[in-house]
C-alpha cells in the first residue's frame, strides 16, 4: 500500500511539473512578443495603458523570475513614471505630481536593486533630473533640491563614470548652486531659463 502511494504521489508530482514547464514555456512565448511590442508602444504613447504586462499563466510570476526580466519591467516601468510626470515642464496637476512621486520611488528601486550598474546609473541620473526640477520649481526650498540632485548626479557617475548625461547634469547642477548662493547673498531672485536648457532633453541616453 506504501509503496503504491509513493508511486502515486510521484506521479503526481511528476505530472505537475510537467503541466508547470508547459506554462512557463506559453509565458515564456507571451513576453517575447510582448516585450518589444510594448516597447514601440511606449515610444509612441508613453501613457498607453498595461504596458509590460500580460496574462500570466504560471503562478507567482514565476514566469518573470526564471525568464530574468523583473529587472527589465521594473526599469521599464519607471522610466514610463518619469516621462508622464514630466519633471521639466512646469504642469502641477494631481496627475502628474503623483507620476513623479511614483518615478521617484520606482528610480530609487532600481538604483539600489544592486542589478546592472549602468541601468542603476541612469536611474540615479533621472533621480537627480527629478531635483533639479523640483529646484526650478520651488525657490524656497531651491537649494535643498539642488543639494539632491548633486546626491544623485554624484551616485550616478559613482555606479557608471562613463555617464556622460550624468557628468554633464552634475556640472551644471553645481553652477546652479552657486548661482542660488549668490543670490542669496544679494538678496534677488534669477530664476532665469537655465533650469530646463541645462538638462539633457528627457530620454536622453535611455
Known sequence: MRTAALRASA???CVAA?????????DARAWSTRLPADDLRYRRDPSASALWKTHELSPFGLDRSVLGIRDDIAYRRALREFRIGRPLEP???TATTTHRVQAQIAL???MTAGGDAARASQAANLLGVLGFAMATQDVSQRATFLNNAITAFR???ALDPANDDAL???EYALDQLKGSGEQQAGGSDKRGTGGRAGLKP?????
Open 11 to 13: 506521479a503526481a508530482v
Open 18 to 26: 510537467a503541466v508547470l514547464l508547459v506554462l512557463l514555456a506559453l
Open 91 to 93: 504642469v502641477f496637476s
Open 108 to 110: 530609487t528601486d532600481v
Open 155 to 157: 551616485q550616478a557617475i
Open 168 to 170: 554633464f547634469n552634475l
Open 202 to 206: 528627457t530620454g536622453h541616453g535611455y
